[in-house]
């Protein structure tokens, strides 16, 4: 037997998210697939399994979805259904205003124009509802045809057409908002170009995207966009990096430099070694996040699909015992209680009720998106509005994480001996200190000594032999004897000032301290305060650096909490402490060496991590930018978006009971019923939309105290 195999489709006429799931419910269930699953945003559909197109086919035709293999020219025009459509309402109208004239002259062969609206209006209804009462499976369609044939049997030929017109306005409705929202991604996925230009011994050619390889060599021109994520080999020049950070300040390029698919070159031409293939570029992992993201559902999702579970077909039952009752028991008109009954077939729908939250959570996403905030499912968008208690890292989140050797004090040798010790050491560690101390050993022309054992200690420092002694670079709890106390009076000296202190030594010989220093990011300040103010009601700072040097930075930022001193494990252990039943706890941090803690909290965010996939799959939500200040923006989208699916349930439901309440008097009319229902879906999607749009407000302007710090 062969392995099953994933294949991509594109699908045409997806006009519901309802109908999304339903489809994969049925692929799931065609012999030979292992799995499936429908992006409703991008109208793909992934199947595993061994699968012929046919089959698919076969099981889409039930809601007209049909489906294209993906890649061809086939599966990317534009949908065939919609024309279709527009000219059936049209026509259905027009034959339903004839229809009403003749009646105002007294005509005769009014019906028949009335039943030319019903046939050509309701086609599509009819045709879907038939094969799902078929398979009792009783959906809008089938409601509908039952609503329609009903009328026309109690000779309500005029409400029959209305209806049947009204219906087929309200599917061009509901796929033009689909479309709408679905637009949003589409503008992300337009910006991969399809073909680079690829440099060869030859000279230049221009091929298909999708045929560019790792180191293969491409040539960007000025105005351009870049095809593909790579490093600058020569040149340089400004991007624009929007498509990716959602920040349009262009960012300087030079050899050496990464770049990413879809981003814009500005001012030079560069030429690029690729690094990864187009399906692994940065945009393409957000493409396919922000695609996925709608099938992590938001809680309320689950009760709606419960409720519409029951909803439906207790209606249907109402609508019945509406029908019979009266006219067995009552001695009522039959033609007056059959029409009741058939109105709340209408409403028996709850359709805006099940297309509001994926509209909402679609168009946050891609907003979000757009400004560089990846946000990997509606779950995640619920949990970040709600958030009461947010913990940061402190080094790379609130600092720049970009420390640097700002004093060397001196035991034992001079600064030079202390640091080509320390440099030998850290030559082989990945720690930013570490990195910072080699940078300075470098600038000063050290010559680093060959080291051997090598051992990296998280959260406290390094140790390596170098010519036969053990040479030790890190924090106290590298050196547990008590230190001289000449040491520690330096010690906090420097730390008091939010300076970093890193002790080299042997055994407990205390050679010198280096004192690095990492700026503090001039938007901490702002991001902290404006979180405050929305409500956020405790700020954390997490550090494994010393409690002097966390507790300066923190008062100069305005952070509530610090616990410093922590080895990784212990950040863990704190997170799992703050979250309690009244605490919603936000982990934000550079992804890498924190992904233990941010794995912990309730929602995990990751800052700057275009180009580190592996921080861009640890969190729940990633800044793309190395910028701090998306996160109020990100907070409040959130508690936007919330805000507006409760909003729209509310209407929703409220329109249903209205609608169920007026059955009874006698007030629901066939018309007013669909043109209830028609005008809810219109509004909740509209609504949802408007997140599409919506704005991150600019920060405040801040006095630039934040700053001072580094340069003390
Ligand atoms: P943070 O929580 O700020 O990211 P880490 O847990 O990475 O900090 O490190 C905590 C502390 O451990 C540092 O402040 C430093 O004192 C010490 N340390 C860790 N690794 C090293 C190293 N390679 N060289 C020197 N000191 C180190
Ligand atoms: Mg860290």
Request: with cysteine; hydrophobic share 45%.
């Amino acid at each position: 037997m062969t392995p099953p195999q994933e294949t991509v489709y594109r699908l045409h006429n997806l006009d519901c998210a309802d109908c999304a799931k339903k489809f994969e419910n049925m692929v799931k269930k065609i012999p030979g697939v292992v799995n499936a699953q429908v992006y409703f945003s991008s109208a793909k559909l992934k199947v595993v399994g061994n699968v012929g197109i046919q089959a698919l086919r076969e099981v889409g035709s039930f809601e007209n979805i049909e489906v294209f293999p993906e890649g061809t020219s086939e599966g990317l025009k534009h949908d065939s259904g919609s024309r279709f459509d527009r000219v059936a309402a049209v026509a259905s109208g027009a034959a339903l205003l004839i229809g009403w004239m003749i009646h105002l002259v007294g005509f005769p062969w009014e019906n028949l124009f009335f039943l030319a609206a019903i046939v050509i209006g309701g086609f599509k209804t009819f045709r879907k509802g038939f094969n799902n009462a078929f398979k009792l499976h009783f959906d809008m369609s089938v409601l509908m045809s039952v609503a329609v044939l009903g009328a026309v049997l109690i000779g309500e030929w005029t409400e029959g057409a209305t209806v049947a017109f009204l219906f087929a306005v309200s599917g061009l409705l509901e796929s033009y908002t689909a479309d709408k929202a679905r637009h949003s991604l589409r503008t992300l996925m337009d910006m991969t170009p399809k073909v680079a230009t690829l440099i060869e011994k030859t000279g230049e050619r221009e091929i298909p995207i999708d045929e560019v390889q790792v180191d293969d060599e491409v040539l960007v021109k000025p105005g351009e966009r870049i095809p593909i994520d790579g490093i600058v080999l020569e040149g340089h020049t400004d991007v624009n990096q929007a498509p990716i950070t959602g920040e349009s300040v262009p960012v300087s390029k030079g050899i050496g430099s990464e770049v990413f698919a879809g981003t814009i070159n500005q001012t030079g031409a560069i030429k690029v070694r690729v690094t990864k293939e187009n399906s692994e570029s940065t945009l393409a992992k957000i493409i396919q996040l922000v695609d996925e993201a709608q099938n992590k559902k938001v809680t309320v999702q689950s009760f709606i699909d419960r409720f519409s579970y029951y909803y439906t077909p207790v209606v249907i039952a109402l609508a019945a015992l509406i029908i019979l009752i009266p006219p067995l028991f009552f001695g009522q008109v039959w033609h007056e209680w059959i029409y009741r009954g058939l109105a709340l077939l209408v409403v028996a729908c709850p359709c805006a009720l099940v297309i509001t939250t994926p509209v909402v959570i679609v168009s946050a996403i891609a907003n979000a998106a757009k400004n560089g905030v990846l946000i990997k499912g509606g779950i995640h968008l619920e949990r970040l509005g709600e958030v009461n208690v947010a913990a940061f890292d402190k080094t790379g989140t609130l600092t720049k994480g970009l420390p640097y050797v700002y004093r060397v004090v001196t035991y034992q040798g001079n600064s030079d001996d202390v640091l080509t010790l320390a440099g030998s050491v850290e030559r082989f560690s990945e720690h930013p200190l570490g990195d910072a101390i080699l940078r300075e050993a470098k600038r000063r022309n050290l010559k680093t000594k060959p080291v051997r054992n090598f051992l990296a200690l998280p959260g406290k420092g390094a140790h390596g032999e170098v010519n036969g002694d053990v040479i030790k670079v890190g924090n106290k709890m590298m050196f547990p004897q008590s230190l001289p106390t000449r040491v520690q009076n330096d010690l906090m000296r420097q730390e008091e000032e939010g300076n970093t202190v890193v002790m080299v030594g042997k055994d407990n010989d205390i050679f010198g301290l280096i004192v690095l220093t990492d700026e503090i990011r001039k938007e901490s300040l702002s991001v902290i305060r404006s979180l405050k103010k929305m409500g956020i009601k405790r700020t954390v700072m997490l550090t494994g650096d010393s409690p002097a040097a966390a507790g300066a930075i923190a008062q100069k930022i305005g952070v509530d909490t610090v616990l410093a001193g922590m080895l990784p494990q212990e950040k863990v252990t704190k997170i799992q402490k703050l979250k309690n039943s009244r605490s919603v706890v936000m982990m934000v941090g550079d992804g890498i060496n924190d992904a233990p803690a941010l794995a912990a909290a309730d929602v995990s965010i990751a800052m700057g991590v275009a180009g580190t996939d592996a921080a861009l799959e640890a969190a729940d939500i990633a800044l793309m930018a190395d910028d701090l200040g998306k996160l109020p923006f990100a907070v409040e989208l959130s508690r936007q978006s919330i805000k507006v699916i409760k909003q729209n349930i509310g209407f929703a439901l409220g329109i249903k009971v209205l609608a169920l309440l007026a059955v009874f008097p006698g007030w629901l009319t066939l018309w007013v019923a669909i043109m209830a229902d028609m005008g809810a879906n219109v509004l909740v999607t509209l609504n949802g939309m408007r997140l599409v749009r919506y704005k991150r407000r600019l920060p405040e302007k801040m006095p630039e105290v934040a700053c001072t710090c580094s340069s003390t």
